[in-house]
């Protein structure tokens, strides 16, 4: 190897190496200052019970297996407290941006290097990896999927085939959105063959001798698919329930394709088609210029099915989750997943053909984007002024929640607090070793019980114990822009962007507790 080789390679392990570092630094630092969100606490708690009480079955409204699996995993070795129920999120944060940068001969190491810089820096992913939600997990094994089926078309290594299928495998047993990144994979077939028609039959037929020519690779590569898929939803092949439910049935509300095809017209969130747009241009201005960029070069510059299928990705993702009826600022890293990539792309092809000017207003931006994720992710990580805190428990109710756990903790009496079911996320998880959910018209006070939680919409369908105090405390709340139809509307937006300035009032939600004096 050359001297100028090793300088190279010396170099890139020194970059990488210093991108790892920040990437761990920047997921666990601070780890347990955000008090856990509604959905945290429910996923953490049935993460609890997998490891508590041995039981598991899959239930598609609260996502596929492999979360579940890992958080338990990691309660068994650190213990069980909110901070651990993030480390799953930052480990795989960790891997998002490390992953690039193993793939350095297949994208070029700048190239690698400006992807892993992308998602190390991104606001949203960068928050979304310090918190419990299954997105932020099912986007690494696509990620690899991709990479690796780009790997295999340029060796046609057998391994790297299976490592695409299983990584595909680990997406399905981690979200059940990974149908919605099969359909992309599949609209970019049909659109390769629109873009290039020219080439169309000699792609078709390259694809079809490649598979043909392979067969049994592919057989095999679909049976090891078929393998991690079963055992990840049947419990290690102890429930056939749960594999039953993971089955993609249409028809089916039981399972997990089904429910979730039932649940789109309900558009829960009830957020406007452009949501994800509006979150791109408030949080991810470096990107949204860098797919720009990537778009205009590959409309008038030199183009390759490659560069075909992240603008599909891209863009199709886009349109699927703006078209979805459920939309949550978790579900953007879908589509800022090819966002990245394809910015770190175009970056790293373009990048020493910029003039200086055009270096400046990258750089600027960047800076502007570092500030963005610090102001997110540790100045103001729980602040519903922030569009991508989404329903948050304020910082207010940790008190709270310390106050009756060291008043129950030592009982471990599943009667010192009743909760009233309407409200149990993230109570429940809060109070996991000693508490017990009602049903607020027909309760009964036990002569342990030293606390009662219940929401505003049951108080006046229940009758008050005379013998507890009661006081409101407020468990979350949200910020939803009103409309603008002023003529100062522009200003407004302005204020928002750069101080995070609202223009109407945020809602909220109380609860009543009610304990022994």
């Not at 068994?76 to 993030?86: C, E, M, P």
């Not at 600027?364 to 729980?382: C, D, K, M, N």
């Not at 909760?419 to 607020?440: M, V």
């Not at 407004?492 to 009543?512: A, E, I, M, S």
Request: hydrophobic letters at 45%; aromatic letters at 18%; a positive charge.
């Amino acid at each position: 190897m050359k001297p100028s080789d090793i300088k190279n390679r010396n170099k890139y392990f020194i970059f990488s190496a210093a991108i790892v570092v920040f990437a761990i630094i920047s997921r666990f630092i601070f780890l347990g200052d955000k008090p856990l969100h509604h959905d945290e606490g429910m996923l953490s708690y049935f993460a609890w019970r997998l490891l508590d009480a041995k039981e598991y079955t899959y239930t598609p409204q609260i996502h596929s297996p492999i979360l579940f699996y890992v958080q338990a995993l990691l309660y068994f070795v650190l213990g069980v407290n909110d901070t651990i129920s993030k480390v799953g999120p930052a480990i795989f944060g960790v891997a998002l941006v490390s992953i690039p940068l193993f793939f350095h001969r297949l994208l070029s190491k700048r190239v690698a290097i400006l992807i892993s810089i992308g998602f190390l820096i991104s606001p949203i992913t960068l928050y979304y990896s310090r918190f419990l939600v299954h997105t932020t997990m099912v986007i690494v094994f696509w990620l690899l999927t991709v990479l690796f089926i780009y790997k295999y078309i340029k060796d046609q290594k057998t391994s790297t085939l299976y490592l695409a299928f299983g990584s595909l495998a680990f997406a399905f047993g981690t979200s059940e959105t990974s149908y919605i990144f099969l359909a992309v994979v599949g609209l970019y077939l049909l659109t390769l063959f629109l873009v290039f028609p020219k080439s169309a039959k000699h792609n078709f037929q390259r694809l079809k001798n490649l598979v043909f020519d392979n067969y049994l690779d592919f057989i095999t590569a679909f049976l090891i698919f078929v393998l991690i898929w079963s055992a990840v939803y049947s419990v290690g092949f102890t429930n056939p329930e749960s594999l039953h439910r993971s089955l993609p049935l249409l028809n089916d509300e039981s399972t997990g394709l089904g429910f979730w095809l039932a649940q789109n017209p309900k558009k829960l969130g009830g957020q406007p088609w452009h949501y994800y747009l509006i979150l791109a241009l408030v949080y991810e201005t470096f990107f949204v210029f860098g797919i720009l960029g990537f778009i205009y070069k590959f409309i008038f510059g030199k183009k390759s099915a490659f560069k075909l299928f992240i603008l599909v990705w891209a863009l199709g993702t886009l349109g699927i989750y703006s078209w979805a009826g459920e939309k949550f600022p978790w579900l953007f890293l879908p589509s800022l997943l090819p966002m990245i990539f394809a910015t770190g792309w175009f970056l790293g092809e373009n990048w020493s053909k910029c003039k200086f000017f055009i270096k400046i207003f990258w750089i600027v931006i960047g800076f502007w984007t570092v500030f963005v994720t610090i102001r997110l992710v540790y100045v103001s990580p729980a602040d519903t002024n922030e569009l991508a805190v989404y329903v948050q428990t304020p910082p207010s109710f940790k008190s709270v929640t310390q106050e009756i756990t060291a008043s129950c903790e030592e009982t471990n009496d599943k009667n010192c607090v009743l909760i009233d079911s309407k409200i149990s996320w993230p109570l429940s998880w809060s109070f996991r070793n000693f508490s017990t959910l009602i049903i607020t018209d027909n309760y009964g006070i036990q002569p342990t019980t030293k606390y009662m939680i219940v929401g505003s919409e049951s108080i006046a369908k229940m009758e008050e114990p005379k013998d507890m105090n009661k006081k409101v405390v407020w468990i979350r709340d949200w910020w939803v822009p009103d409309k603008c139809e002023k003529a100062n509307c522009l200003g407004r937006y302005l204020k928002y962007y750069f101080l995070r300035q609202t223009w109407n009032g945020k809602g909220g939600y109380d609860v009543y507790i009610y304990s022994r004096p």
